[in-house]
């Protein structure tokens, strides 16, 4: 694992027209490690995400990666830059099968966007077939390849949720950016998706935006908690569940 491989937001604030999403909020992501983003609804916390894939524009403060500063990041040139991303939902192509779904997070060296990755003609059969196989191999690892030829509209949510996971790890991403994975999964399918991501962490680095606390608590290294588009605490899960101003923010929120 590259040490450079570190994600740093600084001092990043957002502005919908008047209201203000987030305030001068900052968090580094290190090489191999889980960051948490955590904090009651409303916090910013989809926001920041947003803004670390290039969604949503920062008004203010800068985001490095890998020890560069990424002006006017778009979507487009994550894959390139090996960040990727699942967002809430799943977001699986309806008209493709699994397999196809999960090729075109393969097209790591494709032009850049969205159409081109997935109008991309691989130039020969044996781009093909390896495309093809790094598919595959990446749905097993999330115990989903016997869906390949099946399309994503006919298999249960939580499975969809795993086909979404697959197309992002095929392109063998240094940073990972999860928005709320858990969603929707019970609580057997969130233990084994905890023990995937600590499987992942070391691997790559792992931005996760979560409300499940357990999972929060078990799989970070670091945690960032928002408030109102503030950050109010940061540090390991230990330090930030026996933070005060979190139990009170959570507290408010119920
Ligand atoms: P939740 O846990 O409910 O998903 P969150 O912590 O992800 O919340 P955000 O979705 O980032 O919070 O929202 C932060 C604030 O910014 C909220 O007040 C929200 O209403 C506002 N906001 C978010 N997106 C927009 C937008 N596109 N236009 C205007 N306001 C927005």
């Known amino acids: 694992r590259s040490p ?5 937001m600084t001092g ?3 502005a919908f027209g008047g209201i203000k999403a987030l305030t001068d909020v900052s968090l580094t992501v290190e090489p191999g490690q889980v ?18 894939c290039g969604l949503v524009r920062n008004t203010e403060g800068r985001i490095t990666w890998r020890g560069e500063e990424l002006r006017r990041l778009r ?15 799943v977001g699986l192509f309806p ?5 196809e779904n999960v090729m075109v997070g393969a097209h790591k060296h494709a032009r850049a966007g969205f159409f081109s990755a997935l109008f991309a003609i691989p130039t ?18 999330l115990d989903a390849d016997g869906y390949a030829a099946r399309y994503p509209g006919s298999l249960p949510y939580p499975v969809q949720k795993r086909v979404a996971l697959a197309r992002a790890l095929v392109a063998e991403p240094e940073l990972l950016l999860l928005d709320e994975p858990a969603s929707g999964l019970s609580e057997e399918e969130m233990r084994e998706l905890g023990d995937l991501i ?9 931005l996760l935006v979560e409300h ?3 999972l929060v608590m078990r799989v970070c290294d670091q945690i960032t908690v928002l408030d109102s588009g503030k950050q109010i605490a940061a540090g390991t899960p230990a330090e930030v569940q026996n933070d005060p101003a979190v139990t009170e923010a959570y507290l408010g929120d119920a």
């Open 75 to 89: 979507p487009a040139q994550l894959s390139k830059l090996g960040i990727a991303r699942t967002l809430q939902g």
């Open 12 to 14: 990043i604030s957002v």
């Open 124 to 141: 020969s059969d044996k781009d093909d077939a390896r495309l093809r196989e790094r598919a595959m191999t990446s749905l097993a690892e």
């Open 198 to 206: 600590s499987h992942l962490s070391g691997r790559m680095s792992v």
């Open 4 to 8: 450079t491989a570190r994600l740093e």
């Open 212 to 214: 499940h606390m357990d």
């Open 95 to 99: 008209g493709l099968t699994v397999l």
């Open 35 to 52: 960051h948490g983003l955590i904090g009651p609804n409303g916090a910013g916390k989809t926001t920041m995400f947003n803004v670390a």
